[in-house]
């Protein structure tokens, strides 16, 4: 009797042991794929990239394919996903995730803790060039490879000399371009083109009135000035010396950052494909 209720204890626990490493293992998962672009062992193999990233940098990475953003921003959407699925290595869940967008055929990586450090506006925007060349043919898993091999080199760099972050709107939405449309939209911009050349032209016309017609010729009898020798002196030899500024290679030292919904800190950018 004892040894059958031994038997079925076991039993039980062995059930409860498994569902548990299934249970965990669902929730470890970082490849999602909504829309079964991968294949299974291609999610393997990215899944085993992933933890070798995990490992080395101590940097979690997750990779989301879908086509619904509950009606949020590419962006929204991204950090929600990391900060709602409890994503992230240590203390201040330190890692990146890239979303790929479908509906709105954009891809956005966002990044958290450390992440945001390493990963500066300019080492995303480059991130972003190498995946959106393979997004746009489709090859959704050279992507995430892609993205997988960047997050290597970087993590191995660290973060760049003198970096800084910056509580600024995402950077690729925020182009030069942008700032100078937002300017010529201002009408303070047309009010001050209009006083500045208003005082130009007041100016330019007080300048013409009562010009001196007199100069060295007017009293000077014709042929009465004749040069008889010249010479030139050297007097010194001023040397300007001008430091010119060269790229480091740090890859760019700001990263702009901004809070969830959460209200934890995210960093990151993205772009169209």
Not at 53 to 77: A, C, H, P, R
Not at 96 to 113: A, C, K, P
Request: hydrophobic share 35%.
């Amino acid at each position: 009797m004892f040894k059958k209720i031994n038997v079925l204890l076991i039993i039980f626990i062995f059930f409860i042991t498994i569902c548990q490493v299934n249970i965990i293992s669902g929730e470890l998962n970082n490849v999602k794929d909504y829309l079964d672009y991968l294949t299974d062992e291609e999610e393997s193999a990215l899944q085993e990239a992933i933890e070798a990233v995990k490992n080395d940098y101590n940097l979690d990475v997750v990779i989301v394919i879908t086509d619904d953003t509950e009606g949020k921003s590419s962006m929204e959407f991204a950090d929600d996903y990391y900060d709602d699925n409890g994503y992230g290595v240590g203390s201040d869940a330190s890692g990146l995730l890239m979303l790929i967008n479908m509906d709105q055929r954009e891809v956005w990586i966002s990044t958290t803790g450390k992440a945001i450090d390493i990963f500066t506006d300019s080492r995303i925007a480059e991130m972003i060039d190498h995946v959106i060349s393979p997004l746009s043919e489709g090859n959704y898993f050279e992507a995430s490879n892609t993205f997988i091999d960047d997050i290597k080199t970087y993590g191995e760099m660290g973060v760049p000399q003198g970096q800084f972050r910056v509580e600024n709107e995402p950077y690729y939405k925020v182009t030069y371009f942008d700032k100078v449309l937002r300017l010529m939209k201002s009408f303070y911009v047309y009010l001050i083109a209009l006083m500045i050349s208003g005082i130009a032209t007041l100016f330019v016309s007080l300048s013409s009135k009562g010009s001196v017609t007199i100069d060295n010729h007017t009293y000077e009898g014709k042929g009465s000035f004749v040069l008889s020798s010249s010479r030139d002196d050297f007097l010194r030899e001023t040397t300007t010396k001008t430091r010119i500024q060269t790229d480091s290679g740090s890859g760019g030292s700001s990263s702009s950052v901004h809070s969830s919904s959460s209200g934890t800190t995210h960093g990151g950018g993205g772009g169209k494909f």
